[in-house]
């Protein structure tokens, strides 16, 4: 059993900064990436950033110069460093991990329940 929550979301002004936390409960599962999307009003969920076990990052390029993705290992937490908030940043944000389920056997992804970012004035 996997569960992801999310905290950290809410209404800040253009410019601003948030940071998102998402805390995993694991039970027969090793983490290999933990990451973001996001799903603005009436449009798909997108790719934001991930963080690789060992570290390693990567961006949409839309965040990159703006975003800031680290995780707590000890505490299969993930972190999302927001700054320079603009209103197109709008959306829910989705906390997601990656990794091998050894009850099932299998390579799994889960998903948190989504936190709200709303960038306005």
Do not use: H
């Not at 908030?85 to 989504?114: H, I």
């Amino acid at each position: 059993q996997v569960q992801l929550v999310e905290s950290g979301g809410g209404l800040v002004q253009p410019g601003g900064s948030l940071r998102l936390s998402c805390a995993a409960s694991l039970s027969s599962f090793r983490i290999n990436a933990m990451g973001w999307y996001r799903q603005a009003p009436g449009k798909q969920r997108v790719f934001v950033a991930i963080i690789t076990s060992d570290g390693n990052t990567n961006y949409v390029d839309s965040v990159k110069g703006r975003f800031t993705i680290s995780r707590d290992n000890a505490k299969n937490t993930v972190f999302l460093q927001m700054n320079s908030l603009q209103p197109e940043d709008t959306a829910t944000y989705y906390c997601y991990t990656n990794g091998f389920n050894s009850r099932r056997n299998s390579v799994m992804v889960y998903w948190g329940k989504g936190t709200l970012v709303t960038v306005s004035s």
